[in-house]
């Protein structure tokens, strides 16, 4: 029989899906403030002149311009999506495990399902 670890970590440790939504609320917060400078440089490429718009317009159309965009949609749509499940947690509902559960797996399926269709759309 091997013996126990003192402590979890993470070789043997498997975080709940909560945790890991949690840690991925934080990461797309920090996203979109990056993502804001890009709009930022959005109107500032409006206000400069239809040389600096299509300039911007080129960087956009590129593969990093349009990861940049699908991730920024993500993380909308996901930051959206998991704030409302706060917001309901906020006011003392959903926290039985098997909501959190399929909280968490609404949250996600929406926030694909929303990233997809605004991105076909467009």
Known sequence: ?????????LQIYRLPLAAILSIL??????GL???????????ASL?????AYTSFKEFMGSCFGQIVIFFSLFGFYYHLANGI????WDYGHGYELSTVRL???????FSL???????SLA
């Not at 029989?1 to 970590?9: A, D, G, I």
């Not at 909280?103 to 399926?109: A, D, P, R, T, Y």
């Open 113 to 119: 399902g929303a990233t997809v269709l605004t991105w």
């Open 33 to 43: 403030v990056i993502s804001l400078l890009f709009f930022i440089a959005w109107l």
């Open 1 to 9: 029989m091997k013996p126990r670890p003192l402590s979890p970590h």
């Open 103 to 109: 909280s968490s797996w609404l949250v996600i399926i």
């Open 85 to 88: 499940r706060h917001l309901i």
């Open 25 to 30: 609320h934080r990461i797309t917060g920090g």
């Open 47 to 51: 206000s400069l002149g239809e040389a």
